[in-house]
């Protein structure tokens, strides 16, 4: 049950009926898995630490750099050299300390991700390899969990939802088959600081409609952003019957409640 | 001049053929500057023409984007109008005459 406070506090929530005190009260009862604590895990675990979801699990093997600072907004000046997992825990805290933060310093191997996927309502991925964001597609296949993800580099960003309790649902790897070929990322490339903050506000919208049900989430949709031109794209998306990722899980009923 | 400005009745008219547009992921212009700020245009037929025209006005374009056995990439993807194609192999989708191709890649960046 929400405490006077609680219904203070997310007042704007609750006066939304699509949301209400039953939706507060869902994202008091969620646990969120946050993978990567950098330029978009930071606005969307901050947005989510604020909206009020009750339990966010942050994963992040890195410490913070000077030229982290730039976009990554959840880490100040005060966390140089330490763990990204760590400053984000303590930050998110002060923001919001009605909530519970895990901070897991470390990249979890595939062990741990299912056990944190399992554990997850939903997960939300904003890593800089693309050989994490299919290890936490496959187990988010595994275990039934949503998985939003989001990229962004230089003045480009994609985003999508991918809901393995839907049948229907793509996945991760049905849009980009898993290979060691090299995608962008920003570390060679750079990126423009806001526009992790939309994409990364962006994930924390689709998870808040994602566990109180409101509106329609990106299941089947991806979105491309073009920042220069300020032109986003919107492409449908269906399940390949072909993809190795998500094929064997089609028959079995991954469905939760 | 792309033919989406014009209705189909002055398109028949004037025996207009009309042309699919490409819209390319911004990335691809650092390695093919020519493709930048043009109206790229391309035959109606299937992907794998598509491509290949513009592979005429972008010479080495089609190295970047298929493997050696004229598969799509991994971390390349297309669509036509709003769906994604899912034939990277043989890219046998039709890019209709007033259709749109984007091309996009696939990005890492958190
Ligand atoms: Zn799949």
């Known amino acids: 049950m929400l405490s006077d406070n609680q219904l203070l506090r997310y007042s704007r929530h609750i006066f939304l009926p699509e949301i209400d005190i039953q939706g507060q009260q869902a994202l008091a009862d969620a646990r969120v898995l946050v993978l990567g604590a950098g330029g978009l895990g930071s606005p969307a675990l901050m947005y989510l630490a604020a909206a009020g979801v009750g339990h966010l699990v942050v994963s992040d093997p890195d410490v913070v750099e000077l030229s982290n600072l730039q976009r990554q907004i959840v880490h100040r000046q005060d966390s140089l050299d330490q763990l990204k997992a760590d400053s984000a825990r303590r930050h998110l805290l002060a923001l919001n300390p009605d909530i519970e933060v895990d901070a897991l310093p470390r990249a979890l191997d595939d062990d741990e991700l299912q056990q944190q996927a399992a554990a997850a309502t939903v997960v939300v991925v904003g890593t800089d390899n693309f050989s994490s964001r299919h290890a936490a597609n496959r187990a988010c296949l595994s275990t039934g969990t949503p998985l939003v993800s989001a990229a962004a580099i230089a003045w480009e960003a994609q985003i999508s939802t991918f809901d393995p309790r839907l049948a229907d649902s793509p996945c991760f790897a049905c849009l980009y088959p898993d290979s060691n070929e090299q995608a962008l990322n920003c570390a060679e490339t750079g990126v423009v600081s806001p526009l992790v903050g939309m994409l990364g506000s962006y994930q924390a919208l689709e998870v808040i409609k994602l566990i109180t049900g409101a509106g329609t989430p990106l299941i089947g949709r991806l979105q491309l952003f073009d920042a220069r031109h300020g032109e986003w794209q919107t492409l449908r998306l269906k399940r390949n019957p072909e993809c190795p990722a998500c094929a064997s899980f089609v028959a079995s009923d991954t469905s939760r409640d | ?110």
């Not at chain 2, 037929?45 to 025209?53: D, R």
């Not at chain 2, 006005?57 to 089609?62: I, L, S, V």
């Not at chain 2, 598969?71 to 769906?83: F, K």
């Open chain 2, 1 to 110: 001049m792309s033919g989406q400005q014009f209705p189909a009745y002055l398109l028949r008219a004037f025996r207009v053929t009309a042309m699919p547009t490409v819209k390319m992921t911004p990335h691809l212009y650092r390695f093919f500057p020519q493709l930048e700020g043009q109206t790229v245009t391309v035959p109606a037929g299937s992907v794998k023409e598509a491509l290949h025209a513009i592979n005429e006005q972008a010479p080495g374009f089609t190295d970047y984007i298929l493997d050696d056995r004229g598969a799509l990439r991994r971390h390349v993807n297309l669509g036509i109008n709003d769906s994604i194609v899912f034939d990277r192999k043989t890219l046998s989708d039709r890019v209709p005459e007033d259709g749109t191709l984007y091309i996009f890649q696939a990005l890492s960046g958190g």
